[in-house]
């Protein structure tokens, strides 16, 4: 159980099984590259840390904060986050697997338009369902509705 990380602490391309940060304060972290399995992260705040490549399995994030974080490019396969608020978190290129958002509020996220949004071994049905409720968990009706085109005017 880690209750407290440096700030600016480098956990880059580190491995963390069945890790549990509880009531911590995570600012300035990096955790670019690294693997994290069966980890818990509890009533903790996460301010400007990035995940970038990194790979979350069965991690969760319960009753915490997440601000400004990165999850570009990450791999998060079957983790949940539960009570939470997420402010200006992205999720560029990110893949969510079977990933869940119950009681979470969320303002600005960023980029989620270009993350995959997969369920392994669900149906193609159980997977739009599944990025439909991911969507409308995690950013308004506006940002994720496909904006129509405007018609271009005809010259005469």
């Not at 963390?16 to 990096?30: M, P, W």
């Not at 369920?119 to 994720?144: F, Y």
């Amino acid at each position: 159980t880690l209750y407290c990380l440096p700030e600016h602490a480098d956990c880059n391309f580190s491995y963390f099984d069945e890790c549990s940060f509880q009531v911590c304060r995570i600012n300035g972290a990096t955790f670019d590259g690294a693997r994290l399995d069966g980890c818990e992260f509890h009533t903790a705040r996460l301010d400007h840390v990035t995940f970038f490549a990194a790979t979350l399995s069965y991690t969760h994030f319960h009753d915490s904060g997440l601000n400004w974080v990165s999850f570009q490019k990450a791999r998060l396969k079957s983790c949940n986050t539960i009570d939470c608020t997420l402010q200006n978190v992205g999720f560029m290129n990110a893949t969510l697997d079977g990933c869940s958002y119950d009681r979470v509020t969320a303002e600005n996220s960023r980029c989620l338009h270009t993350a995959r949004i997969t369920q392994g071994g669900a149906t193609e049905q159980e997977c739009a369902e599944n990025r439909t409720t991911i969507l409308q968990a995690l950013c308004s009706q506006q940002e994720h509705t496909p904006k129509r085109a405007p018609e271009k005017r005809r010259g005469r």
